[in-house]
């Protein structure tokens, strides 16, 4: 069974920077699609970021080009920089892996990001 645990969520100023982190366990990582997905309160869960296992990545308009999403094969974590953070990136950030063949997929419990002066 695979588990997934985020990090590194909390309160940041507008402008600032964090980095999430999903420690990931019962995944082979080239079977899967990894990424980043975040709700905002009152709105709908919404795709930031993927990556695939030949390392190519996809990204929410909304974020390209501050956002970066990576990935740590030895440490078995998928990482998410977010730059110039904005106060509408506030939200929760969940780590997502998608079976490429099955369709499986596995969600973490989510990260709080909250962006305020």
């Known amino acids: 069974q695979a588990q997934l645990v985020e990090s590194g969520g909390g309160l940041v100023q507008p402008g600032g920077s964090l980095r999430l982190s999903c420690a990931y366990s019962g995944i082979t990582f080239p079977l899967y699609i990894m990424g980043w997905y975040r709700q905002a309160p009152g709105k709908q869960r919404e795709l930031v970021a993927t990556i695939h296992s030949a390392g190519s990545t996809d990204y929410a308009d909304s974020v390209k080009g501050r956002f970066t999403i990576s990935r740590d094969n030895t440490k078995n974590t998928l990482y998410l920089q977010m730059n110039s953070l904005k106060a509408e990136d506030t939200a929760d950030y969940y780590c997502?892996?998608?079976?490429?063949?099955?369709?499986?997929?596995?969600w973490g419990q989510g990260t709080q990001v909250t962006v305020s002066s």
């Open positions: 997502q892996a998608i079976h490429s063949v099955s369709r499986r997929t596995y």
